[in-house]
């Protein structure tokens, strides 16, 4: 949708989801701003707020199905939904020990996994039923290929990518939108914690303008730098053993302490 009037975002509290927040901040709009940080979001809620938007916040954690399912029908019902941008994600590097901690895969499930479905599928049909609407889904790069650096976090990224794709055809005769977006490393305190080389790492202004974009020319798919994509992309399509030597850990991992 070129000019969406009422946008939801989640995980609008810092990185990615900060930025499209202030990007879509303009008079006669309304936004509903979700997070998990209570200050992180008050401080984004006053930025945009100073822009001349109306502004809802939402505490709220994306992995509970009832509580979202809950604000966003609510709030649907009182301001239909133009843009939905499922947004909200997490990231744990491994560092130098072998895997990330068993709870941090869990709450990479419930985040990247189950909290994008818990956005967008209390709006999917009433979308469908108004013939109108426009989906975003926050996939990754990442989600291209089986990335040995950050194993959890690119499983997760490509279920969000693959589903986001399916639902571009399954939503597309009902007039509903669906764009799933693809960035490459942006500068965030997601990648501040990485502990490998991150080539065409970019600045968040950058990216958000390039989502900006395409979601207003509702492209299926906004992935970029196109290098990392390009070279994402390859290593996805290549058999395994050959990827897996493309695609090696810089040094050898160390075991985490066992009990």
């Not at 992995?63 to 966003?72: G, K, Q, T």
């Not at 419930?110 to 108004?130: C, D, E, L, Y």
């Not at 939503?171 to 502990?195: H, Q, W, Y």
Request: with cysteine.
């Amino acid at each position: 949708m070129k000019n969406p009037s009422v946008i939801v975002i989640t995980g609008a509290s810092s990185g990615l989801g900060e930025g499209l927040a202030e990007a879509y901040a303009a008079p006669g709009r309304v936004l509903l701003l979700t997070g998990r940080n209570e200050q992180r979001l008050h401080a984004v809620v006053a930025a945009c707020e100073a822009r001349g938007p109306q502004v809802v916040p939402a505490l709220v954690d994306v992995s509970d199905r009832e509580a979202m399912e809950r604000m966003l029908t609510d709030f649907d019902r009182e301001h239909p939904i133009d843009l939905l941008i499922a947004n909200a994600g997490i990231g744990y590097g491994t560092g130098r020990y072998l895997m990330e901690r068993p709870e941090h895969t869990h709450e990479l499930s419930m985040i990247n996994i189950i909290g994008v479905s818990n956005t967008v599928m209390p709006v999917i049909n009433r979308m469908a039923a108004r013939g109108r609407g426009q989906i975003a889904l926050m996939a990754s790069v990442a989600g291209f290929a089986a990335i040995t650096q950050s194993p959890s976090y690119a499983a997760t990224k490509a279920y969000v990518k693959h589903w986001g794709e399916a639902l571009y055809g399954r939503l597309k005769p009902f007039g509903v939108e669906v764009t799933t977006i693809c960035p490459g490393f942006v500068k965030s305190a997601m990648t501040d914690a990485n502990r490998f080389s991150m080539p065409f790492l970019m600045d968040r202004d950058r990216a958000t303008d390039i989502m900006v974009r395409g979601l207003a020319a509702g492209r299926s798919r906004v992935a970029f730098p196109w290098p990392v994509t390009w070279a994402a992309g390859l290593l996805g399509t290549l058999p395994s053993f050959i990827a897996t030597r493309l695609n090696p850990l810089r040094r050898k991992p160390k075991l985490p302490p066992i009990d």
